[in-house]
């Protein structure tokens, strides 16, 4: 029985945190837009040094 609340606690919970996040986006759409674009320069220089390091672990094998 306490399982069962416990559950039913955390789908309620759940939702309201859905509801919250997406009232979030709507309300601040430009600004999330702006750190999507700030943050792809960011995931481009990243993923070009871990290439860099799985290439070079490539030359010790």
């Known amino acids: 029985m306490a399982n069962a609340a ?3 606690f955390k789908v309620i919970l759940g939702l309201i945190f859905v509801l919250i996040g997406i009232l979030g986006i709507l309300r601040w759409w430009n600004q999330l837009i702006e750190i999507i674009k700030g943050s792809v320069g960011i995931a481009i ?10 290439g070079f672990s490539d030359f010790r094998d």
């Open 6 to 8: 416990i559950g039913i």
């Open 45 to 54: 220089l990243l993923a070009g040094f871990l290439l860099i390091l799985l």
